[in-house]
């Protein structure tokens, strides 16, 4: 009797620091994924640990701040399609944290910067865009890359 490897997604978690009507974005450089555009403070989940806290870690290590944990509150999920895998992101709304932001990671980003929410750069990630369409929608669940039906 042979036993099937079952279906996995992989996660990830991403930040939404919000200030205002202004929105933290970070420009990706040398990491081999989307270079030159921007995207959000974000990362894999490692696992053996909840959402929260892997978004908590990653904004640590990217952004140099400490949020608490009854202060990431999920703003949407999103289902995406990456063209020979799926992935479930998890976007979470931060609006309270404690340290001065700044770029922990200059060999992956080379910009840090607050963007108008209704005015993202041209060069922002295409599913990173959307997500931020939906959230400002009050959306809860998107899907991403996926062929309409």
């Given amino acids: 009797m042979s036993h099937e490897e079952r279906f996995k997604l992989i996660p990830s978690v991403y930040a939404l620091f919000i200030q205002g009507e202004k929105i933290l974005l970070l420009r990706r450089f040398n990491t081999g994924?989307?270079?030159?555009?921007?995207?959000?403070?974000?990362?894999h989940a490692d696992g053996g640990?909840?959402?929260r806290s892997e978004m908590a870690r990653e904004t640590s290590e990217e952004a140099g701040v400490k949020i608490k944990?009854?202060?990431?509150?999920?703003?949407l999920t999103m289902h995406r399609w990456c063209g020979d895998h799926e992935r479930i992101d998890f976007f979470f709304i931060i609006k309270k944290w404690s340290g001065e932001i700044k770029n922990m990671e200059l060999d992956k980003c080379d910009d840090l910067?607050?963007?108008?929410?209704n005015q993202l750069p041209e060069n922002t990630i295409p599913y990173i865009r959307a997500a931020i369409d939906y959230y400002l929608k009050g959306e809860k669940y998107c899907e991403f890359g996926w062929d309409p039906i």
């Fill in 113 to 117: 910067s607050w963007f108008a929410l």
């Fill in 69 to 75: 944990l009854d202060d990431i509150n999920l703003a």
């Fill in 33 to 43: 994924f989307e270079d030159g555009k921007y995207g959000l403070v974000a990362g």
């Fill in 49 to 51: 640990n909840t959402m």
